[in-house]
């Protein structure tokens, strides 16, 4: 499954019936970082009717997923907002849509269409950026051949690195990527590279 998400926040807002709707989209990588975010954005607009939301957590093969109607009537705000993230493939964001009630009661299929076109502005304005799945790839490799290797992994993560009768180094690459590195390695190095299965 393709997933996306964001690296900074994006904030919309329209009125509806007098009705305004402030929506926030924010980046975030875990549990606890969710709940602040919730509590500033809480603090921010104190005096708001409702604070709806929902949020996606990627934790590995776990998904943390969360959704409330802030004192909305039942499935017209929450869930709405979760439906519009699960459709835009958004994972690791929290989405709250802040509402300040204005004197028009909307009605049931209202709310829902009101809270779904909120979650949907914001996201039309965002920057997606796609999540490819990592993993590690640990080679020995001679003296010899250090500047061809490092060549070839310049553009990734170094996760370690020994020196001893060879160069050992571990990089953190797209899982995707794996069996075209690892080619360009042995071709590189002539076959004298030993990559780490």
Not at 65 to 79: C, L, M, Q, R
Not at 82 to 94: G, R, S, T
Not at 150 to 164: V, Y
């Amino acid at each position: 499954m393709t997933a996306y998400t964001i690296n900074k926040s994006y904030t919309i807002e329209y009125e509806i019936k007098k009705s305004r709707f402030i929506t926030t989209l924010i980046p975030i990588s875990s549990l606890d970082e969710c709940k602040e975010a919730l509590k500033e954005i809480r603090k921010k607009y104190y005096d708001a009717t409702h604070n709806c939301y929902s949020y996606i957590i990627k934790d590995n093969d776990i998904d943390i997923i969360k959704y409330s109607d802030d004192g909305e009537p039942s499935k017209t705000a929450g869930i709405v907002i979760y439906d519009v993230l699960c459709k835009n493939e958004l994972v690791n964001v929290l989405c709250v849509v802040t509402r300040y009630f204005g004197g028009i009661k909307l009605g049931a299929n209202g709310l829902v269409r009101a809270y779904s076109k909120a979650a949907s502005d914001v996201i039309n304005i965002i920057e997606k950026i796609k999540i490819e799945k990592m993993t590690n790839i640990s080679f020995y490799c001679e003296y010899n051949y250090i500047n061809e290797c490092m060549k070839i992994m310049e553009r990734f993560k170094e996760i370690n690195k020994e020196f001893t009768d060879k160069a050992f180094f571990t990089y953190e690459i797209q899982e995707n990527l794996y069996d075209d590195i690892k080619n360009e390695l042995v071709k590189a190095t002539k076959g004298s590279i030993k990559i780490k299965e």
